[in-house]
């Protein structure tokens, strides 16, 4: 494992090279937080109600704090796979001694807890300036940590699978784009669960997608140790889950690796 972390730590350090573009997303999340504030005082107001879905108006602008950091910290890493598999670069990781899947997730995890954090501490500062703080206990901010390296190892075991439909898809750009719009919407990225209609709910809690970007910031915001069980088994299920789907679909492609040229 020591090979992985130094990976993960060397991509952590290539990344605050290129700070200027961790700051363009910044940027974003400032412009993103601000409208959406204004969209929810208008919504708590016109309503007149002092909290929808379980969430006052500074635990809801908290709650897009740290779903919107999520979505902003994801690395490319279906269009890495997809740019492996075409240019034929894959044949040249297989060769190496360590795992390609492993090496992919070691890089990315260490990009995306970099930008993460960023884009975490930023919106902080910004939730902050809007809205002041809200109560967070040390045992929400355990839970927390525990479960969103669980909701980061999901999505990259998605978007690996997506990456390596590359091997019979023409263009996977269109799965990227079908997955992170359901992320978004289903993952309850900008609403939270609660808030979509009661016939959807258990649906949408079944899915890896809330998993991934409802459940931490939950979590984070409200401390809730009912959720925090259910997103634990929820989220080591699907780990299991996908990777055994990887393991399978990983194994078929290789065959159609060839030893000259990929």
Known sequence: MDKYIFIALTAIRSKLAYLGEVGSKTIFLF?????????????????NQTSLGGLTLPQMLWY??????IILSLPAIAGT?????????LALQLIRPISYPLNLLASTSG???LSFFINLSVGSIIALIFVGPIAISLQSLMMFALVIPLA???????????GLAAFWLEDTSGLMLIYSRMTMILGGMLIPLELFPDSWQQILRILPFSAIVYGPARIFVTGDQTLFCSILIQQIAAIIGFSLVIKLIYGTALKRVFSHGG
Request: proline content about 0%; hydrophobic content about 50%; charged content about 15%.
């Open 31 to 47: 412009v993103v937080l601000y409208i959406f504030l204004s969209l929810w005082q208008v919504t708590y107001g016109e309503t």
């Open 64 to 69: 897009l704090v740290v779903t919107e950091s």
């Open 81 to 89: 796979v997809d740019q492996d598999v075409r240019t034929g670069s």
């Open 111 to 113: 990009e995306r807890a």
């Open 152 to 162: 980061f190892t999901i999505d990259f075991l998605i978007y690996f699978l997506i």
